[in-house]
């Protein structure tokens, strides 16, 4: 999704949870500044793993992965959950508020990580950017610039969705999300957290997927 197209999305979730477009811009600036020197995979590098291929999002419920055929995405908390089936994800789509050790850990395995900025984050981007030493890339939602990407998306599981739909993906299949029932998080408030929810579900409700 182009920004333009995608920019119509944010602002209505910029007004509906209050948030800070600028601090949005200043976390993006930040990562940027922290990618610098890192090993940084592009779009066109996404598209070449992604295009005309199966893929398949794990969410942070993922018990049981199908037979293999699939790109595979990570994204929440499932990263480790893939990790101890022995799996590593082609990709992990984070913005850093679930089990980084373990994105860490895949990175350094050939998993290639996008890091979201936003304004809630920046501490995050500031801790952990650096550790990551295999290929990674960097997200925001506002308008993007150099070596930063958009393809619209707001939480982990919608924007993995964004992505493949943007780079061409034959077929998208969703396993281990519960949009009614979030996974609770340290520190994290658990009614903002179903609300993010209900605006992920819909903006999936977009593309034509299929949860397994």
Sequence with gaps: MEYREWELYYLRILEDFGFDREKDVE???????????????????????ISGKDVLITGPLTRKIPDTGYVIIATDLSTAILLEKGIVPDIIVTYLDGD???????????????????GDNTDSLRRYV??????????????????????GGF??????????????????YLTGFDFKNPVPKAGKDIE???????????????FDVTYL
């Design 155 to 172: 939480t982990d599981g919608d924007r993995a969705v964004f992505l493949v739909e943007s780079a061409g993906a034959k077929r998208i």
């Design 100 to 118: 980084v050790e373990d994105e860490i850990e895949a990175n350094g395995k050939g998993s290639v990580v996008l890091i979201h900025a936003h």
């Design 130 to 151: 650096h550790r990551f030493k295999g290929k990674i890339g960097g997200t925001v939602q506002t308008e993007p610039f150099f070596p930063l990407m958009n393809f």
């Design 192 to 206: 903002i957290k179903k609300k993010k929810l209900l605006w992920a579900e819909a903006l999936i409700s977009i």
């Design 27 to 49: 976390a993006g600036k930040i990562l940027a500044e922290l990618l610098k020197g890192h090993d940084l995979v592009d779009f066109s590098a996404l598209r070449a793993v």
